[in-house]
């Protein structure tokens, strides 16, 4: 049964950079990996996407190691505005398979 | 604003009724997905339509339905409510079929109450 798995919460400080980690089994070669962050009563909203070694655009970056059986959300030089939960996304044979989510508190 | 649009914004209502949550979908998007969230809990993904067409189901009860209509908004039918049923409910679009590849684009959501 393909399922994710991700920390509850994390902490950390303003300026640093965090690391979150989704693992997932069963998923296949070309299987996408995409993460969401969600605000409160706000609908989740795309942060990146991919499905081998390491993507980085204006805001974050993916590493996925070459097993595929987990990847790396990482945010550099985080701020408090980016105090939210952080969602780790899989699709396997048209399945969605949402990860339960990281809480992530960043304090001053 | 992401383009997504849901209505009702609210809803409250008795158990045992039923009640229609209606999306319309980013222009030119083809793709429907319908979450649940409850309280400080996690998506749960419902159901996915494609152009018309269901193309993928969750874990969706079978008192829910769903459809997209051919102007492609989607609605979403909540029968026999339960008080367990209150919940955030969202929609999301994406331009293709693939829920994964495609970025998906949320919804403001409709907030359930069921008294």
């Known amino acids: 049964l393909a399922k994710t798995t991700q920390p509850i919460s994390m902490d950390s400080y303003e300026g640093q950079e965090v690391n979150i980690t989704c693992s997932h089994n069963?998923?296949?070669?070309?299987?996408?990996i995409t993460w969401y962050q969600q605000f409160p009563s706000q609908g989740p909203r795309f942060i990146i996407q991919?499905?081998?070694?390491?993507v980085t655009n204006e805001v974050a970056s993916l590493f996925i190691p070459a097993d595929r059986k987990s990847s790396t959300l990482s945010l550099p030089r985080v701020s408090l505005s980016d105090t939210a939960v952080y969602y780790c996304?899989?699709?396997?044979?048209?399945?969605?398979?949402w990860g339960a989510g990281t809480k992530l508190i960043i304090k001053p | 604003d992401s383009g997504v649009t849901q209505t009702p914004k609210h809803l409250i209502t008795a158990t045992g009724q039923r009640v229609t949550l209606r999306c319309s979908p980013r222009s030119g998007d083809l793709s429907v997905y319908w979450y649940q969230q409850s309280l400080d809990q996690g998506l749960q993904f419902l159901i996915q339509?494609?152009?018309?067409?269901?193309?993928a189901k969750g874990n969706i009860l079978e008192r829910f339905s769903a459809q997209q209509f051919p102007d492609l908004h989607s609605e979403l039918n909540l029968s026999s409510l339960e008080l367990g049923d209150s919940a955030l409910y969202f929609c999301?679009?994406?331009?293709?079929?693939?829920?994964?590849?495609?970025?998906?684009?949320f919804g403001p959501g409709t907030r359930l109450t069921v008294l």
């Open positions: 991919g499905y081998k070694t390491k």
């Open positions: 339509y494609y152009n018309g067409e269901e193309r």
């Open positions: 069963n998923i296949a070669t070309n299987d996408y």
């Open positions: 999301a679009s994406s331009a293709g079929g693939a829920g994964g590849t495609h970025e998906q684009f």
């Open positions: 996304l899989v699709v396997i044979n048209y399945q969605l398979i």
